[in-house]
């Protein structure tokens, strides 16, 4: 099978990784990639919303099956797009369609969703700026700290915990009135707060059926103790150690049951991931988000865990026989550790040289990279996250440990990575 691969972050780089051990896997393109994507397969420089220059390349290069890893190409249509051209239909399509994607394209859309099909979630209301003044009144009411959200998209932006009213009537107005995210915030979702530990879980559905392909915890802030501002991800680990068996149970039975029932009984059409961000309230799974595509880092111990072949699970997606899947996994845990520029999530230098990748000797650790670039014979920093390396141990700690060792070695300018990724399970 030829596939094509869109994206250009670690997830990417994993998903590359492990879809290229599959015998399924003839040949392998990623657009547009990055320095590690291109060991696995052909990196080709086409943006991941460019609808028509991906589907040339489809067409060039006789692909049979399309993967996508960001949100953006999901939210903006690409499986109906490949669904209504005659000349793309035959092409295997891993993700949902548009209106599917909305479970997190809106948050609006998501919450309502919960809502239908009985799923635990934390209240809320929503508002746009025809009902401005009854937010400003629900929030002067609603307990604190108070959460809010713009429906759309807004680059893992979009989400506020304000701990005052002053902040929380600040930040409605900058979404509602000043347009903060444009179109995406011209709704905002005010939600109560969670209290518990987060953790996601990832399952792959043909919108009837669905298989758990893994979990993790991610660690969201910069800053060592989960201080300072969020990031995308500074680092996860998988299992995680409190998803027993009870709890896994009480997760499939009233979370992820009901939605893909919920999928199939409002016909939304689905072939993709679902990644179900939970939180764990003394014990009691709540949905705080889903997102219609796997997590980054979270793809990067969840592949590494994965023993069953990950293009055989996209073939029996399409074809109807997910539900047959044996699933395995490898009996260690994983921990990723991830480099980033120095001055994210602020502002940040790119095309910096990174130096120690070539010397490696790499035993029980895989180097994927996030942001970076190849020029010349050189890899370069070209984003904020810019690597990440993940390890096997037998437990967390000692993955841990050993993703640090291997990071010792790896320099670039200004290079910071949190060195207490996994410090609860200790
Ligand atoms: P999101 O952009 O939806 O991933 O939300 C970002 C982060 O905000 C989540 O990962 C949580 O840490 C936090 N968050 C979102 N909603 C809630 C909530 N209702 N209660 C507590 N924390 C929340
Ligand atoms: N690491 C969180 C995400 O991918 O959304």
Same mark, same amino acid.
């Given at each position: 099978?030829?596939?094509?691969?869109?994206?250009?972050?670690?997830?990417?780089?994993?998903?590359?990784?492990?879809?290229?051990?599959?015998?399924?896997?003839?040949?392998?393109?990623?657009? @547009?990639?990055?320095?590690?994507?291109?060991?696995?397969?052909?990196?080709?420089? *086409?943006?991941?919303?460019?609808?028509?220059?991906?589907?040339? +390349?489809?067409?060039?290069?006789?692909?049979?099956?399309?993967?996508?890893?960001?949100?953006?190409?999901?939210?903006?249509?690409?499986?109906?797009?490949?669904?209504?051209?005659?000349?793309?239909?035959?092409?295997? !399509?891993?993700?949902?369609?548009?209106?599917?994607?909305?479970?997190?394209?809106?948050?609006?859309?998501?919450?309502?969703?919960?809502?239908?099909?009985?799923?635990?979630?934390?209240?809320?209301?929503?508002?746009?700026?025809?009902?401005?003044?009854?937010?400003?009144?629900?929030?002067?009411?609603?307990?604190?700290?108070?959460?809010?959200?713009?429906?759309?998209?807004?680059?893992?932006?979009? !989400?506020?915990?304000?701990?005052?009213?002053?902040?929380?009537?600040?930040?409605?107005?900058?979404?509602?009135?000043?347009?903060?995210?444009?179109?995406?915030?011209?709704?905002?979702?005010?939600?109560?707060?969670?209290?518990?530990?987060?953790?996601?879980?990832?399952?792959?559905?043909?919108?009837?059926?669905?298989?758990?392909?893994?979990?993790?915890?991610?660690?969201?802030?910069?800053?060592?103790?989960?201080?300072?501002?969020?990031?995308?991800?500074?680092?996860?680990?998988?299992?995680?150690?409190?998803?027993?068996?009870?709890?896994? &149970?009480?997760?499939?039975?009233?979370?992820?049951?009901?939605? !893909?029932?919920?999928?199939?009984?409002?016909?939304?059409?689905?072939?993709?991931?679902?990644?179900?961000?939970?939180?764990?309230?003394?014990?009691?799974?709540?949905? *705080?988000?889903?997102?219609?595509?796997?997590?980054?880092?979270?793809?990067?111990?969840?592949? @590494? +865990?994965? &023993?069953?072949?990950? !293009?055989?699970?996209?073939?029996?997606?399409?074809?109807?026989? +997910?539900?047959?899947?044996?699933?395995?996994?490898?009996?260690?845990?994983?921990?990723?550790?991830?480099?980033?520029?120095?001055?994210?999530?602020?502002?940040?230098?790119?095309? +910096?040289?990174?130096?120690?990748?070539?010397?490696? &000797?790499?035993?029980?650790?895989?180097?994927?990279?996030?942001?970076?670039?190849?020029?010349?014979?050189?890899?370069?920093?070209?984003?904020?996250?810019?690597?990440?390396?993940?390890?096997?141990?037998?437990?967390?700690?000692?993955?841990?440990?050993?993703?640090?060792?291997?990071?010792?070695?790896?320099?670039?300018?200004?290079?910071?990575?949190?060195?207490? *990724?996994?410090?609860?399970?200790?």
């Amino acid at each position: 099978m030829n596939i094509l691969l869109l994206g250009s972050g670690g997830r990417e780089h994993a998903l590359a990784w492990k879809m290229s051990k599959s015998h399924h896997c003839d040949n392998l393109f990623i657009a @547009p990639g990055n320095a590690g994507t291109s060991q696995f397969g052909k990196n080709i420089e *086409i943006s991941v919303t460019d609808f028509e220059g991906i589907k040339e +390349l489809c067409l060039a290069e006789k692909i049979n099956m399309l993967v996508v890893g960001p949100e953006e190409p999901l939210v903006k249509g690409i499986y109906d797009f490949f669904q209504k051209d005659a000349a793309l239909q035959h092409i295997i !399509v891993v993700a949902p369609s548009a209106e599917a994607a909305q479970l997190e394209g809106s948050k609006a859309f998501s919450k309502k969703f919960m809502q239908r099909h009985h799923i635990p979630t934390a209240g809320y209301a929503e508002f746009t700026h025809d009902t401005f003044e009854e937010g400003k009144k629900y929030i002067s009411q609603h307990s604190l700290p108070v959460v809010l959200k713009a429906d759309g998209l807004a680059a893992g932006k979009g !989400v506020v915990i304000a701990v005052s009213y002053e902040e929380a009537l600040n930040v409605f107005e900058e979404m509602i009135i000043n347009k903060q995210f444009g179109e995406a915030s011209s709704k905002v979702v005010i939600e109560e707060f969670l209290q518990g530990i987060e953790v996601s879980v990832f399952v792959l559905t043909d919108g009837e059926v669905y298989q758990i392909i893994g979990h993790a915890k991610d660690y969201k802030r910069i800053g060592e103790g989960d201080t300072g501002l969020n990031t995308g991800g500074m680092g996860c680990v998988s299992p995680v150690p409190f998803m027993d068996e009870t709890f896994m &149970q009480k997760v499939e039975e009233k979370i992820i049951k009901p939605t !893909v029932n919920g999928l199939s009984k409002e016909n939304l059409n689905y072939h993709g991931f679902i990644f179900f961000g939970l939180m764990n309230t003394n014990g009691e799974p709540y949905v *705080i988000e889903y997102n219609c595509r796997m997590g980054d880092p979270e793809t990067e111990v969840v592949m @590494p +865990l994965l &023993q069953t072949d990950i !293009v055989g699970l996209f073939a029996a997606m399409d074809n109807g026989t +997910l539900v047959d899947a044996n699933i395995e996994f490898y009996p260690q845990s994983c921990a990723t550790v991830m480099a980033v520029s120095g001055g994210y999530p602020g502002e940040y230098k790119k095309h +910096l040289r990174i130096s120690g990748l070539a010397d490696l &000797q790499l035993e029980d650790s895989i180097v994927f990279h996030a942001g970076t670039k190849q020029i010349n014979d050189e890899v370069v920093t070209n984003g904020g996250r810019v690597l990440t390396v993940t390890s096997y141990g037998n437990n967390i700690t000692e993955a841990v440990i050993k993703s640090k060792k291997v990071l010792e070695q790896i320099s670039f300018e200004g290079m910071n990575y949190r060195k207490d *990724i996994g410090y609860e399970f200790v």
